[in-house]
């Protein structure tokens, strides 16, 4: 009995972690970027900011400690995977305190947009976390922005990210796609 408890709790684990990772990934594959020092802010292209810096570290930390806190909540209870009220009421609070945290990020004016979109996503699953609308685990996983970006300010972000260890798991897609 509880090898098998042991089990569920893993497997609860592992498609929280699946979900939530949907917004994380491996880039290594991607095109370097540009990893300037400017002080600079603004402009929509060129080497990241310091604002652009600051940004994207407090919007990774969110998510860093929203991924950490979710997975301790579900760890312990394997009925997490399949039981919507369970779901709601371990991972609503984890969600109201990443929408939380975003709400405090300031992002660079021209990527205001994009910040809103990952803005209204979190809302988005925290309404139906309160709705008792989530049915599984992996319906949680869509933290991304869907905005369109401009390609130099979406470059710029992402190059900051990739700049930033806070940073290291997060999908350049998950700072949106370019337009």
Known sequence: ?????????????LALGAALGMACGDDDDATPTAT?????????GGSETNADKAYVM????AF????STATAAVSGDPALATDPKKISESLTPVIENYVKDLEKAKPPADYAAGHTSL???ANGILTKLKNNQVQSLAEIADLASKTAV???TLDRINAAAKAAPECASI?????GQPS
């Not at 400017?38 to 929509?44: D, N, W």
């Not at 999908?171 to 700072?175: G, I, K, Q, R, W």
Request: with cysteine.
């Open 150 to 152: 401009p390609k130099a």
């Open 58 to 61: 407090s919007v990774c930390t």
């Open 36 to 44: 300037s020092t400017s002080t600079t802010s603004g402009g929509g």
């Open 171 to 175: 999908d350049p897609a998950f700072f």
């Open 119 to 121: 803005v209204d996503s």
């Open 1 to 13: 009995m509880k090898l098998r408890w042991t089990l569920y709790a893993s497997l609860a684990v």
């Open 64 to 67: 860093n400690t929203a991924v």
